[in-house]
């Protein structure tokens, strides 16, 4: 589970007015003659804000004294509006939430209107829903709302509940006649879209939540995904219907999709919605809000198959940014650190899940740090992984200034170095380097920077080059002078770059490089272009040596392209490269690059 007026334009509109126009703040159009200035775009940066869901979720002692998720209740919500207001507005944070739970009694029984709408609990919410969108705003900031997908079993009532505004509709109308279930839980019937009346159900949702003043919906349950897949449990019809209901009610409400979305409907997740749940929650459903363990070291490996989906109009969500409560989090500082600098540089929206009213002062500087809140809001684009997905890594992006951010991961449970070599950023040379986290210049850096981290911490650079970009020497995959083994074999590719591409390197299958030419003997940092439709693991070596295994991570479908940056020591003259299987899985490969300096 979880997690004034505007008008209302379609997404695909909105990707294209924002892109790239995004350094301060909102975007405006310019008018034409006679015409307002159009209202700024959604989700033209990563929102902003709070949710209630983590400290529902969690058995800390004194969050949930009336039973489980007994935590969601108007007076906690409002106290959380408080002190966003007091403390986090300043710094760009103004969505306040609402999770799972609003229209249900302490015992989880859910309440209805008449027309099968979810109904506020009046015990959790005694003033109602529009009572505390309405107190939100005073605050200046933003509300949001949830949902789950489909029609809620409780909301059927034997098929007779009508359907409001519908002429004559009833729930009966709206289903599967099997009464077939949907969403993550089971827990709704499937809407049947090629019935006439359901349309309209989703029409009188949307419409209430408008009138009730709701600036965001998070759709909960959606699928394919939320650890469903199959006709049964595809909602892409849902989230297309709610699309169209929100523009229809004028009012600009941002939707955001819940949980572990399938990246193969990534484009109707961009198409339909401004944000998409990439992986399972955050929280640990445990003692504390979250742990590392439980799935925040997840998302290194979730995230990179994703990036090249966000952008403004629409953003990889990766959940709550639970950093700001020591102790309640569950997360030593350097996990804090490191959780903040994932999400900052994979640009998902920055919402926490914490107690803003007692932010202990480390957290308020990780959630308030102004360098890095630009980053994340900025024009910059998403970082990637530029090293293998190993214990150590590096994330990189070049920013439109010619910069470079730059983040090293050491995710290993003992203290390691972690080295950034400018090569993996195609540089050669000298660099500066800025690092965001304290605010701190540190001077100037030939080729790499190396920092000892501790276990699971992280630096946070910029780093803008001061030497020369490299040049390189490409050798496809598929070349004659290569050598193949076991059951390795040229395949068509479109999206490589010549066409073609090594496959099926598994179980002993091999790819050998021949007469890989460099000038000096040194350890070179390989572009190795590859795909793998999830991670896989493969044993890169030299003339025969020593083999070092690394872990690849998923480009998100066997059509895409991506690339790591692998070390290879190698000797003057003609080298061989040889990539393994192993006993397991390798992706396919596409080509390799050497830097030729």
């Known amino acids: ?56 979720s969690s058995k800390y002692p004194g969050l949930n004294p009336d039973g489980d998720y007994s935590y969601l209740t108007e007076a906690n919500v409002l106290k959380q509006s408080d002190a966003m207001a007091a403390k986090l507005k300043k710094f760009g944070y103004e969505y306040v939430n609402i999770d799972a739970g609003w229209w249900m009694d302490k015992t989880w029984k859910s309440g209805f209107d008449q027309y099968g709408r979810q109904k506020a609990d009046p015990v959790r919410f005694p003033s109602g829903m529009k009572a505390v969108a309405d107190r939100i705003h005073a605050k200046g900031l933003k509300a949001g709302i949830y949902l789950p997908a489909g029609l809620e079993k409780g909301a059927y009532g034997e098929g007779r509940t009508p359907v409001w505004n519908a002429g004559g509709c009833t729930t009966a109308d709206i289903v599967h006649g099997d009464l077939r279930t949907t969403n993550g839980w089971d827990s709704s019937y499937k809407l049947d879209f090629s019935r006439p009346c359901t349309a309209k159900y989703i029409d009188s949702q949307a419409r209430l939540i408008a009138d009730w003043g709701y600036d965001f919906l998070k759709l909960d349950g959606v699928g394919p995904g939320s650890g469903k897949s199959g006709d049964q449990y595809d909602n892409v019809a849902d989230v297309a219907a709610w699309h169209k209901a929100i523009a229809a009610t004028g009012r600009p409400i941002h939707l955001e999709l819940s949980w572990s979305l399938d990246i193969g409907h990534a484009e109707d997740w961009k198409k339909y919605s401004q944000g998409w749940r990439l992986d399972t929650d955050v929280e640990c459903y445990c003692n504390t809000l979250v742990s590392w363990e439980n799935s925040v070291d997840d998302r290194w490996d979730d995230t990179p198959a994703w990036t090249r989906h966000a952008g403004p109009g629409g953003w990889n969500d990766l959940d709550s940014l639970d950093v700001g409560n020591g102790e309640m989090d569950g997360l030593t500082k350097a996990e804090r650190q490191s959780y903040a600098t994932l999400w900052a540089i994979a640009k998902s929206p920055l919402y926490t899940g914490d107690d803003l009213t007692r932010l202990d002062s480390y957290g308020l500087s990780l959630l308030t740090n102004r360098e890095v809140i630009a980053l994340n809001q900025g024009a910059a684009p998403p970082a990637h992984p530029v090293t293998p997905s190993d214990p150590q890594q590096v994330w990189a992006a070049k920013n439109p200034d010619g910069t470079y951010t730059v983040a090293l991961f050491n995710l290993a449970d003992a203290p390691a170095a972690v080295t950034a070599d400018w090569t993996t950023l195609g540089l050669t040379g000298k660099a500066t380097v800025r690092d965001l986290w304290n605010h701190e210049n540190l001077g100037t850096y030939k080729n790499r920077i190396t920092q000892a981290l501790p276990a699971h911490g992280s630096r946070l650079f910029t780093v803008t080059p001061r030497g020369d970009q490299l040049t390189w020497t490409g050798i496809e995959a598929e070349s004659a002078t290569n050598t193949l083994g076991g059951n390795a074999s040229v395949a068509d590719c479109s999206a490589c770059s010549d066409g073609k591409k090594v496959g099926n390197l598994y179980l002993g299958g091999k790819l050998t490089f021949n007469d890989v030419v460099v000038a000096r003997a040194g350890t070179y940092q390989i572009k190795v272009s590859y795909i793998s439709g999830d991670a896989r693991s493969v044993d890169v070596s030299a003339n025969g040596g020593g083999a070092t295994r690394h872990k690849l991570p998923a480009t998100g479908d066997w059509g895409t392209v991506s690339s790591v940056y692998v070390p290879v020591t190698l000797k003057a003259g003609a080298n061989t490269i040889t990539f393994d299987s192993g006993t397991g899985y390798a992706p396919d490969i596409d080509r390799i690059d050497i830097p030729k300096s």
Do not use: C, I, N
């Open 1 to 56: 589970m979880r997690s004034s007026s505007y008008s209302v334009m379609p997404a695909r509109t909105l990707r294209a007015l924002v892109v790239l126009a995004l350094a301060a703040g909102a975007v405006t159009v310019a008018p034409t003659a006679g015409a307002e200035t159009a209202a700024p775009a959604l989700a033209a940066k990563p929102y902003m804000g709070w949710s209630s869901w983590s400290m529902q």
